[in-house]
């Protein structure tokens, strides 16, 4: 069995740099593990542009760097904020190759703790002694589906980290559930790949993320201020709500949604080709055991 002194799973912004940052570290024995970008690269639409502002979207780095700038300079194609999908994930595999070049891509599927210290089990081949794990395998696992759609077979009712390419739904009746930014962006991106969209959502106002104006006040306020509203990642502030999913039902022999309407009203929504989109994420599961 392989050993090191600290195992990181995870090959993402924050495991790559956190692998970055450990490997300074004279004497550290640093595995680092996961497919680099896998999530961008596989659950996020293509088309998009990130949400985060171009200063909240480098990947640290000890000597800082290897920044967003230092990419755009080393590429022959320019790009600014805000950074196209392709262009960031392009950006975290020149980060990955020049800190983390001997990257394990092997998934971990479980992860025991004796007094010896971490076993690592990956998909394939021998397990893995680490003294310390970190892990960075942020929120992929953790899609959540609301039991309310349990009653629409999975091929009808997705979540949108499932989709890369929306260029399926063309030409189709698309219902998107939730008003956050995952919501409002894919039903934009759906509308422009030819799909007929409706947002259902439960709020009754729409929250934009930041922008140029907003960011602009914000930043008047001065960088104290503005910590506080604004999350570091930039994306904020933040809204926190606790309403139930209960007013959410649908009848798929009518095929139709309805959110907080009386059934009656329903009638009056029909959908003869409904496809549901919910976003969401919740913790409560452990990727790897
Ligand atoms: C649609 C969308 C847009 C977003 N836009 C932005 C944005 O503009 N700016 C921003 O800062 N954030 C954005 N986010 C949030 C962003 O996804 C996370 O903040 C960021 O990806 C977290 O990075 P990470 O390194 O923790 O995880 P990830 O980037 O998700 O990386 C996880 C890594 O773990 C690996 N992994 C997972 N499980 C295992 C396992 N069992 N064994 C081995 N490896 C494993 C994966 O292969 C991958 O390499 C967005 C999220 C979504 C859904």
């Given at each position: 069995m392989s050993k090191c002194d600290v195992a990181i799973i995870g090959a993402g912004p924050y495991g790559l740099s956190a692998s970055a940052h450990l490997r300074t570290l004279k004497g550290l024995d640093v595995q680092t593990f996961g497919e680099p970008m896998s999530f961008w690269s596989r659950n996020m639409p293509i088309g998009m542009f990130l949400r985060s502002g171009w200063a909240a979207s480098h990947i640290a780095d000890p000597n800082q760097s290897l920044t967003l700038?230092?990419?755009r300079e080393s590429s022959s194609d320019y790009f600014s904020s805000p950074v196209p999908l392709e262009r960031f994930i392009e950006y975290g595999l020149w980060y990955q190759r020049q800190t983390v070049p001997g990257l394990d891509q092997r998934k971990i599927i479980r992860i025991e703790h004796d007094a010896m210290g971490f076993q690592l089990f990956p998909e394939e081949g021998e397990a893995v002694l680490a003294r310390h794990v970190v892990i960075a395998?942020?929120?992929g696992s953790f899609a959540w589906r609301p039991p309310e759609f349990a009653v629409l077979p999975n091929s009808l009712a997705t979540h949108t980290s499932e989709h890369r390419d929306f260029r399926r739904f063309a030409g189709k009746q698309v219902i998107v559930i939730g008003s956050g930014q995952s919501a409002l962006e894919s039903a934009a991106l759906l509308h422009e790949d030819?799909?007929?969209?409706?947002?259902?959502?439960r709020s009754s106002q729409i929250r934009w993320l930041g922008g140029v104006v907003s960011r602009a006040i914000h930043s008047g306020l001065g960088p104290r201020i503005s910590k506080l509203l604004y999350a570091p990642t930039?994306?904020?502030?933040a809204v926190i709500s606790n309403s139930e999913l209960a007013q959410e039902s649908f009848d798929t022999s009518r095929r139709c949604a309805m959110v907080d309407r009386a059934p009656e009203e329903c009638a009056h929504t029909p959908r003869p080709d409904d496809y549901v989109c919910r976003p969401g994420w919740r913790a409560n599961k452990c990727p790897a055991r």
């Amino acid at each position: 069995m392989s050993k090191c002194d600290v195992a990181i799973i995870g090959a993402g912004p924050y495991g790559l740099s956190a692998s970055a940052h450990l490997r300074t570290l004279k004497g550290l024995d640093v595995q680092t593990f996961g497919e680099p970008m896998s999530f961008w690269s596989r659950n996020m639409p293509i088309g998009m542009f990130l949400r985060s502002g171009w200063a909240a979207s480098h990947i640290a780095d000890p000597n800082q760097s290897l920044t967003l700038d230092a990419y755009r300079e080393s590429s022959s194609d320019y790009f600014s904020s805000p950074v196209p999908l392709e262009r960031f994930i392009e950006y975290g595999l020149w980060y990955q190759r020049q800190t983390v070049p001997g990257l394990d891509q092997r998934k971990i599927i479980r992860i025991e703790h004796d007094a010896m210290g971490f076993q690592l089990f990956p998909e394939e081949g021998e397990a893995v002694l680490a003294r310390h794990v970190v892990i960075a395998v942020g929120i992929g696992s953790f899609a959540w589906r609301p039991p309310e759609f349990a009653v629409l077979p999975n091929s009808l009712a997705t979540h949108t980290s499932e989709h890369r390419d929306f260029r399926r739904f063309a030409g189709k009746q698309v219902i998107v559930i939730g008003s956050g930014q995952s919501a409002l962006e894919s039903a934009a991106l759906l509308h422009e790949d030819g799909a007929e969209v409706e947002i259902i959502a439960r709020s009754s106002q729409i929250r934009w993320l930041g922008g140029v104006v907003s960011r602009a006040i914000h930043s008047g306020l001065g960088p104290r201020i503005s910590k506080l509203l604004y999350a570091p990642t930039d994306v904020g502030p933040a809204v926190i709500s606790n309403s139930e999913l209960a007013q959410e039902s649908f009848d798929t022999s009518r095929r139709c949604a309805m959110v907080d309407r009386a059934p009656e009203e329903c009638a009056h929504t029909p959908r003869p080709d409904d496809y549901v989109c919910r976003p969401g994420w919740r913790a409560n599961k452990c990727p790897a055991r």
